[in-house]
């Protein structure tokens, strides 16, 4: 009975993640899929699954080719100067652009993780990322803005802390985030490969 048991919590432990998985997926793909597909099935009567998703595609890659030439210029700048004088519609596309691009832009903030020093007696130590390493603005030009992850969850607080107490991490900042996310429970023997390339880019505090 107790192999059964065993041979049991083995196929939930093997299956699990990976069901989880695809019902994400699943879910995120109808999802994704019925933003276009619901208004083009009922304009032109037809129901193909996916279309919404190659047609959402497309018309991004449009609007990104668009946003390249010269033409979108003047619609840019309209559109700036209609969020600036909007304060509170200013507040979200800021936030949200500035966050876009610290992820996914070319102008990557989560990309330095660091050791923070919460507390000198104990030694006890979080991990987060720095984000902002001159804070002149603020009057503090002795403290970097580190940003700190939560646990199994997306979310998480901006710490404004003393240089020395910020150490720099030589992991890969994706294999970091993921390790933080899980709990530690991630593992980081996969991050080695990327620890040169790490050191290189991070410089010091």
Do not use: C
Not at 53 to 60: K, V
Not at 66 to 76: D, E, R, S, V
Request: no cysteine; net charge positive.
């Amino acid at each position: 009975m107790k192999k059964i048991i065993n041979y049991f919590l083995q196929g939930v432990l093997y299956s699990a993640p990976i069901g989880i998985t695809i019902f994400i997926l699943v879910q995120l793909f109808y999802v994704m899929d019925n933003i276009l597909n619901e208004p083009i099935r009922n304009l032109l009567q037809i129901d193909f699954p996916g279309f919404g998703i190659i047609l959402m595609m497309i018309l991004l890659v449009l609007i990104g080719m668009l946003g390249q030439t010269i033409f979108a210029n003047p619609f840019k700048r309209m559109f700036n100067r209609i969020v600036e004088k909007t304060p509170f519609l200013r507040l979200i596309y800021s936030t949200i652009n500035d966050l876009i691009k610290a992820v996914v832009g070319n102008d990557k903030k989560f990309d330095k993780p660091v050791l923070v020093t919460m507390n000198a007696e104990t030694n006890i130590k979080k991990i987060g990322f720095l984000t902002r390493e001159q804070l002149d603005q603020l009057g503090e030009s002795e403290m970097v803005a580190v940003y700190l992850p939560h646990s199994y969850n997306f979310s998480g607080e901006l710490f404004i802390v003393p240089r020395i107490h910020v150490k720099p991490i030589t992991i890969n900042s994706s294999t970091m985030l993921k390790f933080v996310v899980s709990g530690g429970v991630s593992s980081l023997a996969a991050a080695n490969s990327s620890q040169k390339a790490s050191e290189q880019q991070f410089g010091p505090i």
